[in-house]
T-cell receptor
Framework: DQQVKQNSPSLSVQEGRISILNCDYT??????FLWYKKYPAEGPTFLIS?????DKNEDGRFTVFLNKSAKHLSLHIVPSQPGDSAVYFC????????????FGKGTKLTVNP | DTAVSQTPKYLVTQMGNDKSIKCEQN?????MYWYKQDSKKFLKIMFS???????INETVPNRFSPKSPDKAHLNLHINSLELGDSAVYFC???????????FGEGSWLTVV
């Protein structure tokens, strides 16, 4: 059973435009959410996180939005750059921490110059 | 100066063999993990150690045995390898049990 779902396996956007990556979850006990970025042949790297007490967290070009009632979060990248091309994983955990993260399958983002 | 390093990066071995993957972190973290990314691309936790003590074991077959000689190392030993063990194995670490996890580059294991 997929507790964290990323329903779009891929997304393609033009450089300079907004990239929106979506993630849905089913476990209402999740209270901490993260986004990781992964380049080929490398490990995932932490991008941004949000706890359930917030509905938005921003870090430079990256903003994560959380809609608890819909059990939905999204990652916005503005403006998108070719170097952002990677696989983005949504992850969630319960009890306020990163321990025992549950990951989605990832969305492959391609930013075209 | 790699923060979480694991070796080997690529490993091809025959069914039935025993192999180990080593992991070391120089971040001063006290919690280390092994994650597995299977053919369906899901990243799933296998084990977690905090200060050399096992705190998570996610119903992994006992052919998989992690060993943590100290806080900076968490090695994964796999006995009697099976075809289904083919996957990418990621080592990771964090400060404590509730903070951001940092991953190594992965070890690609292929069992033939």
């Amino acid at each position: 059973d997929q507790q964290v779902k990323q329903n779009s396996p891929s997304l393609s956007v033009q450089e300079g435009r907004i990239s929106i990556l979506n993630c849905d979850y089913t476990n209402s006990m999740f209270d901490y959410f993260l986004w990781y970025k992964k380049y080929p042949a490398e490990g995932p790297t932490f991008l941004i996180s949000i706890s359930s007490i917030k509905d938005k967290n921003e870090d430079g070009r990256f903003t994560v939005f959380l809609n608890k009632s819909a059990k939905h979060l999204s990652l916005h990248i503005v403006p998108s750059q070719p170097g952002d091309s990677a696989v983005y994983f949504c992850a969630a955990s319960a009890q306020g921490g990163s321990e025992k993260l549950v990951f989605g399958k990832g969305t492959k983002l391609t930013v075209n110059p | 100066d790699t923060a979480v390093s694991q070796t080997p990066k690529y490993l091809v071995t025959q069914m039935g063999n025993d192999k180990s993957i080593k992991c070391e972190q120089n971040l001063g973290h006290d919690t280390m993990y092994w994650y597995k990314q299977d053919s369906k691309k899901f990243l799933k936790i296998m084990f977690s150690y905090n200060n050399k003590e096992l705190i998570i074991n996610e119903t992994v077959p006992n052919r998989f045995s992690p060993k943590s000689p100290d806080k900076a190392h968490l090695n994964l030993h796999i006995n009697s390898l099976e075809l289904g063990d083919s996957a990418v194995y990621f080592c990771a670490s964090s400060v404590g049990r509730g903070n951001t996890i940092y991953f190594g580059e992965g070890s690609w294991l292929t069992v033939v």
